[in-house]
C-alpha cells in the first residue's frame, strides 16, 4: 500500500509540474504572439500579402482580411519584415490597404474581452485548481489515502 501512495505522489507532482509549464508556454504565446492567425505571402509586386484568416484570433478581432496588402508592421515598412513560417508575429500595430484604401490597425488589448474569455477565466481557473490541490495534499499527508492522489489527477 505505501508503494501505490509514493507512486501517486510522484504521478501527480509529474501531472502538476507539466501542468504548469503547459500554462507558462500557453501565457508566453498569448502574450508575445500577438496577431498570431494570418498566413501571409510576397506577391508578385514584392508587397506582403494575407492569404489566410483564422477566425477567432486576434487578427480577426482587429479586423485583418484575406487580400489585404500589409504596407507596415510596427512602423517598419511590410517588405523589410522577415516572416517565420508565412507568418507574421509579435505584431502591435499593422497598417494595411485594402480597396486602395489604407487602414491602420491596433492589435487587441490583452485585457479585452476576447482575452477574457480565452486567457485570463482559465487561468483563474487554473491557480484555484492549484490552491485546491495545495490543501488536498496537505490534508493527505496526516491520512495517506490513495484516493486523494487520484483527486489531484
Not at 506582403?48 to 504596407?71: A, M, P, Q, R
Request: aromatic share 14%.
Amino acid at each position: 500500500m505505501h508503494r501505490n501512495n509514493n507512486f501517486y505522489k510522484y504521478l501527480s507532482l509529474a501531472f502538476i509540474i507539466l501542468s504548469f509549464v503547459y500554462v507558462i508556454y500557453l501565457s508566453y504565446i498569448s502574450v508575445f504572439n500577438i496577431f498570431v492567425g494570418a498566413d501571409v505571402k510576397i506577391n508578385e509586386q514584392g508587397k506582403l500579402e494575407v492569404t489566410k484568416v483564422v477566425d477567432y484570433t486576434d487578427e480577426y478581432y482587429s479586423g485583418v482580411k484575406k487580400g489585404d496588402i500589409i504596407l507596415e508592421v510596427n512602423g517598419q515598412k511590410g517588405s523589410e519584415i522577415q516572416l517565420e513560417s508565412g507568418r507574421l508575429v509579435n505584431v502591435e500595430s499593422l497598417t494595411v490597404e485594402r480597396d486602395n484604401k489604407s487602414f491602420h490597425l491596433q492589435n487587441v488589448s490583452l485585457i479585452s474581452e476576447e482575452n477574457l474569455f480565452m486567457y485570463l477565466i482559465p487561468l483563474i481557473s487554473y491557480s484555484i485548481c492549484l490552491f485546491c490541490i495545495f490543501f488536498v495534499y496537505r490534508i493527505n499527508k496526516v491520512r495517506k489515502s490513495p484516493s486523494a492522489f487520484v483527486l489531484i489527477l
